[in-house]
């Protein structure tokens, strides 16, 4: 595993900075998109409707959240929507992280995904009835 790094970093002449802030940056943006993932799960039982549901969903994601896409170039509809999407700050972080570029944007981009994660958990513990009381 480490040896594809060493070599390719001596290779293409390249320095390898590992940055601690992914270990905290992947778990965390994990459990912010794992809340919608719980929300669709308590709404919808049936199979088949998840799946569509999921696709488009996907889709959305894929097109609203400036992964790909500089957050710039997109529609204003679509800028709109990726605010309040958890990508759109992860994306933000990671590209700091892995920059090297830590300031104030990046704090504010973990606080902002913190907090969504946060509120998610809370709305679903009090919103899901299956769990134990």
């Known amino acids: 595993m480490l ?3 060493l070599f390719g970093s001596v290779i293409y002449h390249i320095t390898f900075d590992f940055n601690p802030w992914i270990v905290v940056l ?7 998109l794992s809340s919608i993932g719980m929300a669709l799960g308590s709404l919808i039982d049936n199979l ?3 799946q569509i549901v999921v696709n488009a969903l996907l889709f959305i994601l894929v097109m ?3 992964v790909f896409i500089p957050m710039e170039s997109l529609p204003l509809p679509l800028q709109i929507v990726g605010v309040f999407m958890p990508p759109t700050y992860a994306a933000a972080a990671l590209r700091d992280a ?7 944007a990046f704090y504010a981009n973990i606080g902002v995904l913190f ?3 946060f509120a ?13 009381k």
């Open 64 to 66: 609203a959240a400036p």
């Open 120 to 132: 998610s958990f809370v709305i679903l513990n009090r919103w899901l009835s299956w769990r134990l």
């Open 115 to 117: 907090l969504m994660m």
């Open 48 to 50: 088949e409707i998840i």
């Open 26 to 32: 992947l778990p965390l943006t994990g459990l912010a």
């Open 98 to 104: 892995l920059s090297g570029t830590i300031g104030p």
């Open 3 to 5: 040896a594809p790094i």
